[in-house]
């Protein structure tokens, strides 16, 4: 009579099923999703946008719709999450030329819809992040395209634009720096000379980076507000916000500290158009400086922002320090450069 076989352990099979699928999909988050790749410093859904617009230049404008459409053809994700990135991107004024109404980085608002605005290469776009004889390929996620594994990015885009991103057990929050710091860097990284990089935002504001720790885990800024007296010590004005804060959370924070009787306001109102400008009218006999004090203790006038410069190098995630980024990405920027120039010697000419 033929043995009956042993029944497979289903409790040790569901395991490893459930540790296989969940590496699988940890490990896909990381790498597709969050976390930008040291190259040329964008995550997929970036650069699968810039690679749209460069297939669609033609020195015009294009309706955001229309390249979330063609983004679509690249990114196996939903039309919103390819509009909020193309938003974000045009909001940092570098690579993307935006037209129409995108939202204020200032008082939190947003866009308007994909089909109203419209966008369109910056130069400086394609004078950095784009030549074909240099790029790596890969097949598109139905096979029927190829687009790149990164774009010959020849800058440090990365610092200059800052990112954030949660994955699966790991997450990057990266500053925005000064561009002309930036080339200021690339040129000392490049004649071997020493050189410090700190952090510089759009929203201006006072920054303590005495703990920066060159953007590594563990590194902590605190950012203010700034905050002027005026009308005689009867009005405060905050002209300036903290990084990763808007006029409309300012303003609750204020409210709500005012509410627990943290301090004292008579009215508070936002005048915010092209810059911060938040007023604060003063009850009589309240302290001026006594408030600003007591607004960067118990409001949003204050906040504390900690660093974790994570990147893709290499199929796996490394934390390297913002000069570190800076090195690898000057040296690379020389390669393609070297590179470039080295096809155009080798091509025909009239």
Known sequence: MTPIPDEPDQHASLG????????????????????????????????????????MEDGRYNKVANIVGDTMKYHPHGDNSIGDAIVQIG???LLIDP???????????????????????????LAIAFNPKTTEWTPSYDGRRKEPIT??????????QGVEGIAVGLACKIMPHNFLEIIDGCIASLRNEPFTLLPDFPTAGIMDASDYRDGVRGGKLRVRARIEIDKGGKLLRIRDIPFGTTTTGVMDSIVTAAEKGKLKIAKIEDNTAAEADICIQLPAGADAEKTREALYAFS???????????????????????TEI?????????????????????????
């Open 16 to 55: 490893s099923m459930y540790s296989d699928y969940f590496l699988d999909y940890a490990s896909y988050v990381i790498l597709e999703r969050a976390v930008p790749h040291l190259g040329d410093g964008l995550k997929p859904v970036q650069r699968r946008i810039l690679h749209a617009m460069y297939e």
């Open 300 to 322: 949003d006038c204050e906040v504390s922002i900690s660093p974790n410069s994570g990147v893709i190098s290499e199929g796996k995630p490394h934390f390297l320090g913002v």
């Open 99 to 125: 037209q129409g109404n995108w939202g204020n980085i200032l008082t939190g608002d947003p866009a308007a819809a994909s089909r109203y605005i419209e966008a369109r290469l910056t130069k400086f776009a």
């Open 326 to 350: 800076l090195r690898r990405n000057a040296a690379q920027a020389r390669d393609l450069i070297g590179r470039e120039l080295e096809i155009k010697l080798g091509e025909p000419h009239d």
């Open 151 to 160: 774009l010959p990015m020849k800058f440090p885009l990365l610092l200059a």
């Open 91 to 93: 909001q940092k004024d």
